[in-house]
Each structure stands twice: as structure tokens, then as C-alpha cells.
């Protein structure tokens, strides 16, 4: 009862802390821990929160390890693995639906603020059409490839049915490059090149097709490596 009673006082002082002074008062250890309290309760979670920084080398490590690697940690279990797994995706959730706050896309900004939050937390090369419609308002956002885009194709049967659904007049592509750079490789480059042409024979134009990195992004159009459609 007297471990408990400690621990306890321990929470309600953490929970203070961050009450009164956010995370910016608190060790990232501190920060994890204080998190760990909703998934593990009556239980020190300080020891748990030092070994998974250790492991993962950051808060932002832990929170994108894979729940294997996570319950391969000695403490944490499925239930623990999901609610950790679960603040990439809710942010990510957050931010796309914040970003649809957008009614036109007229600039590569905007679209880059409208596109980014798609790629929070991914791992994978992931790829996605954007739909837009006559007045540069999105229509839908859909993803359509997972995985390397060298080595699973890109589906212009695909993008095409996507486009023509919602009757799209212009889209525009974009993937992300997990862990290297945002420079446009020569197959997203020819990949780009086939889509404008298989698209613009069904009267859809590809205006642009970003590609994203950690904390950046580069618009082909804008770069010079696609023909481009002045928006």
C-alpha cells in the first residue's frame, strides 16, 4: 500500500508538472513516462519509459518503432505497444483534417501543407493521387501504393479508375523517400512522365507530383523535371 501511495504521489506530481509547464518542463524520459501512466496503471513506469529511450534512442524513435520491436522490450505488452503506436496516427489524423481546411489548392505551398501530414510516421514509400476539380478544389485524396514504388509498380489502371470516379480535371502525384533525401530519383521522374501521358489521353492533367522527406518536400513542376501546368 505504501509503494502504491508512492507512486501515486509521483503521478499527481508529473501530472503538475506538465499541467503548469507543458513538456517543455519535463526530461524526455519525464515525457514518456508521464504518457506510460494511461497504459500501465498502478506501476513505476520510470524504469520503462529510461529502457525504451535506450533502445529506440528518442521519444520520436519509440513512438514509430514497429509493436514488435516495441513488446520485444521486457514490460511492454500488446496493449502498451498499441496505445504508443496510437500517437502517430491520431497526430496524423489531426493534421490531414486540419489541412482539409483547404477549399482550392493554387499554390506548390499549399499543396505541400495539404499533402504533408499523409506522410507523418511512415516507414514505408507510400504514394498517393490528389483529385482536384476544375476550380483547383480537392475532390478526394486516396493512396495508391504501399511499399517500394520501384519494386510494386505504380497502378496507372488505378490512378486512371481514381480519376475518373470523381471526375477529376487535374491531379497530383506524390510519395515520400523514408530516411534519405527529397531529390526525385530517375524512376519517379519516368514514372511522372508515363502518368502525365496515360492521364492526358482521358483529359486529366497531372500538375504536379511532390515527393517528401523528413521535414521537406520537393515539387517536380517546380523543379524543373516534369512538363508543367501553370496553377
Sequence with gaps: ?????????????????????????MAPHQVLEFMLFYAIARKDTNPLAHKLIDRFGSITGVLEADPEDLMAVDGVGKSTAAYLKMFIDVFKMYETEKSSGFEQLMSVKELGAFL?????????????????NANMTVITCEE????????????????????????????VLSHNHPGATAIPSNNDI????????????????????????????????????MKTYNY
Excluded: W
Design 190 to 225: 519516368a514514372t511522372t512522365q508515363s502518368a502525365q501521358k496515360v492521364l492526358k489521353e482521358l483529359g486529366i492533367i497531372v500538375i504536379d507530383h511532390l515527393v517528401f522527406a523528413e521535414g521537406d518536400f520537393v515539387s517536380m513542376a517546380q523543379s524543373g523535371f
Design 116 to 132: 504533408r501530414p499523409y506522410y507523418i510516421g511512415e516507414r514505408n514509400e507510400v504514394a498517393h493521387l490528389l483529385c482536384l
Design 144 to 171: 495508391i501504393s504501399r511499399g517500394d514504388i520501384r519494386s510494386t509498380g505504380l497502378s496507372f489502371r488505378r490512378v486512371a479508375e481514381i480519376a475518373l470516379r470523381v471526375n477529376a480535371s487535374f491531379v
Design 1 to 25: 500500500m505504501a509503494s502504491e501511495n508512492i507512486h501515486e504521489n509521483h503521478r499527481e506530481r508529473l501530472r503538475d508538472m506538465y499541467l503548469k509547464g507543458g513538456f517543455d518542463s
